[in-house]
């Protein structure tokens, strides 16, 4: 089978699609037939190994796993003994590993039946972007209908969704994002919009009950300044390890002092209850996946070099064409 793999680390020419052997499912794992994959910040982290600390897990000089890929929409191709759940044929969506490729393994609790009102294509732009949304806003957020709750990056592929999973639980959302992007935002249910490049949230006298940031790029005391009184911040991602460090540092601290609670998400989890959660929303058309571009496989570094650029609206997907499938 076709793969996309890398064995060292460094920019997307490094990716190479090659013949690599099918993978073999464990007792408690699927085997999935891929139709389409998608694309996340994670790829190109463990692609470049940045930051350094990346290598501390991923292998200090070399990838110790050459598979790059998560998400995942597909077929069912075969199953382990332990598992029930699943059986050939069924089509299905969630997380599994070195989704690049033709085919690729995936636990059975990290795989749903995929929304039948969804394409593949669709059903792959969900899971990991999905699930950092959710539980920022529910998990760590603690999001109540009735609350003033800002998205910064909201026409990302975290932020596209973060804006839909807010408007489900009743709030009164503010989407920031670029100019080019305030439509977007608008039409996946945004209640206001703000451009960045000429307002400045933390600055404009506004105040919210939760502010769920999926760029990381303002500093401690800005997301003070712009939470209400005992409101709350949740910081998914960080633009450098400066910030990193100096929410760190200088969160708690603040927090204790203002009365206001500045939580970084770290990763997020993927159990199958979550990815049942947001099916929920997806076959109720309270949530719909924004895909911004879609790339063949043969064309992942390609993908990978766009999803860096950070311009994306919404989601990058990877389809997979398998040529026994085509008819003529």
């Not at 969804?118 to 609350?147: H, M, Y």
């Not at 506004?206 to 949740?234: E, W």
């Not at 500045?262 to 997020?268: E, K, V």
């Amino acid at each position: 089978m076709k793969a996309i793999v890398y064995t060292k680390y460094g920019s997307p020419d490094v990716l190479q699609l090659i013949e690599v052997e099918k993978p073999t499912p464990r007792d408690n794992q699927v085997l999935v037939k891929v139709y389409a994959a998608s694309a996340n910040p994670l790829d190109w982290h463990r692609m470049r190994a940045k930051p350094f600390l990346v290598r501390l897990g991923e292998g200090f000089f070399k990838p110790k796993d050459t598979r790059l890929g998560a998400d995942i929409a597909g077929k069912v191709e075969a199953v382990g003994s332990n598992v029930t759940e699943f059986k050939p044929g069924d089509e299905v969506f969630g997380v599994g590993s070195g989704s690049f490729a033709e085919y690729a393994v995936a636990g059975k609790t990290k795989l749903a039946l995929k929304p039948a009102n969804l394409p593949f294509e669709a059903a792959a732009a969900v899971p990991i972007a999905a699930f950092t949304a959710l539980q920022g806003l529910r998990d760590k957020g603690q999001i109540q209908a009735g609350q003033k709750v800002l998205i910064n990056g909201a026409s990302g592929g975290v932020g596209t969704f973060a804006v839909q999973i807010a408007k489900s639980f009743g709030t009164d959302v503010t989407g920031v994002c670029s100019t080019p992007k305030l439509a977007l935002v608008r039409s996946i249910g945004a209640d206001h919009v703000i451009d960045y490049t000429k307002e400045d949230f933390t600055r404009n006298g506004q105040q919210y009950d939760l502010i769920y940031d999926a760029v990381g790029n303002r500093s401690v005391f800005d997301y003070v300044r712009a939470l209400s009184p005992h409101g709350k911040c949740v910081i998914a991602g960080f633009t450098g390890l400066l910030r990193l460090f100096e929410h760190m540092i200088l969160g708690p601290r603040m927090s204790k002092a203002e009365g206001k609670q500045l939580i970084g998400q770290g990763m997020a989890a993927t159990p199958q209850q979550n990815l049942l959660v947001i099916k929920e929303l997806l076959e109720a058309g309270k949530v719909v996946p924004v895909i911004d571009k879609c790339y063949l496989l043969s064309e992942t570094a390609e993908a990978i070099r766009y999803l860096e650029k950070g311009h994306a609206q919404g989601k990058v997907v990877i389809t997979v064409e398998h040529d026994h499938d085509k008819t003529w």
